[in-house]
Each structure stands twice: as structure tokens, then as C-alpha cells.
């Protein structure tokens, strides 16, 4: 009973943080690419030494949304216009970057998920955002399509709407800060 409360506050909290109240920066704070076993994996970096506070997956399957926003507003539902979504917020924010697979997020984040697939689809629009813990005063924001991964090189990422080396995503989230 307490940790379903506990998902249901963090839930609140990261809906609320993260549908924006004010006007946050969206940076590209965030890059995609695929591991070692093929799993698609996220990176979020936070500014300074901020951490990760909520975050969210959206996914949109074709003709929903567009290709460089997160798609049509509101909170997702199940049986809604996205096929596998999910919205977390860590329930022990620590400092620093935060990496993972796209569909697993950590353990230590209480998480709400829709039914759906837990892989890449063609044709598909994806969008990751995250918020430090307590601010709105940036966001970190990526979206990209499956097959924006598709062509990456083993030592690439995705972010800010290209493909680059995650030295030049390391530089790219310190410029943005």
C-alpha cells in the first residue's frame, strides 16, 4: 500500500514537472543509441551538478504527432494514441548523469507504464524528456524515429537531431548548460 502511494505521488509529481509549468529551456541534454547487445539505451545528462528528477518515454506510432515535437498534449492513457510510454521520477535523485535501457528505467524509479511493445518499430516517433529534481528551469528533450538509430555507427549517438560521437554529445550537453 505505501509504495502504490509512493508511485502514485511521483507519478503526480513528474506529470506535473514535466507537462511544464513556466518556461523551461529544452536542451539536448540527451542522446540514444544502440548497446552492445542491441537494446536501444538513453543517456541523460544533467546540468552542473544537478540529477535526474522525473522523466518520461513517449511513443508515437506513424501518422501521431510530429517528427520534432513530443506529439499530441496531455497525459497518455492505456489504449491511447501511444502504443508504450512511461513516466518515472526517482525516488532517491542522486547527482549526475543517468544511463539505461530506453524500456527498463532504473529499479530506484518509481515508475507508471503503459502496455506496448519494449523494442524499436518502424516508422514509430520517439520522445525522451527529464527535469532536474525540484526545477523546471530546464529540460532535457530529445526526439527522434527508429530509423534515426538504424544508421549509427557502433561508437555513435543520437541526439540533438543527429548522429555524433558521444565525445561530441559530452561536449555538445556541457555547451548547452
Known amino acids: 500500500m505505501r509504495r502504490a ?3 502514485t505521488a511521483w507519478t503526480t509529481v513528474g506529470a506535473v514537472v514535466l507537462t511544464g509549468c513556466g518556461a523551461a529551456g529544452d536542451l539536448p541534454l540527451i542522446a540514444v543509441h544502440h548497446g552492445a ?16 528528477g522525473a522523466a518520461e518515454l513517449r511513443v508515437f506510432p506513424p501518422g501521431a504527432g510530429t517528427a520534432s515535437g513530443p506529439g499530441p498534449d496531455g497525459p497518455a492513457a492505456p489504449g491511447g494514441p501511444m502504443s ?3 513516466m518515472a521520477a526517482d525516488s532517491r535523485p542522486s547527482a549526475g548523469a543517468a544511463a539505461f535501457p530506453l524500456f527498463s528505467p532504473p529499479a530506484s524509479w ?3 507504464r503503459w502496455d506496448g511493445e519494449r523494442r524499436l ?10 527535469r532536474p529534481p525540484g526545477s523546471d528551469a530546464y529540460a532535457g528533450v530529445l526526439a ?17 537531431g543527429r548522429a555524433m560521437s558521444r565525445t561530441a554529445f559530452r561536449r555538445l550537453a556541457e555547451d548547452a548548460c
Open 37 to 52: 547487445d542491441g537494446t536501444p539505451q538513453v543517456t541523460m545528462v544533467p546540468c552542473g551538478e544537478d540529477g535526474v
Open 110 to 112: 518509481a515508475v507508471r
Open 84 to 86: 508504450e510510454s512511461w
Open 144 to 160: 527522434f524515429a527508429t530509423e534515426d538509430l538504424d544508421g549509427l555507427a557502433a561508437d555513435e549517438v543520437w541526439a540533438d
Open 5 to 7: 502511494r509512493l508511485v
Open 121 to 130: 518499430l518502424p516508422g514509430f516517433r520517439y520522445t525522451v524528456r527529464f
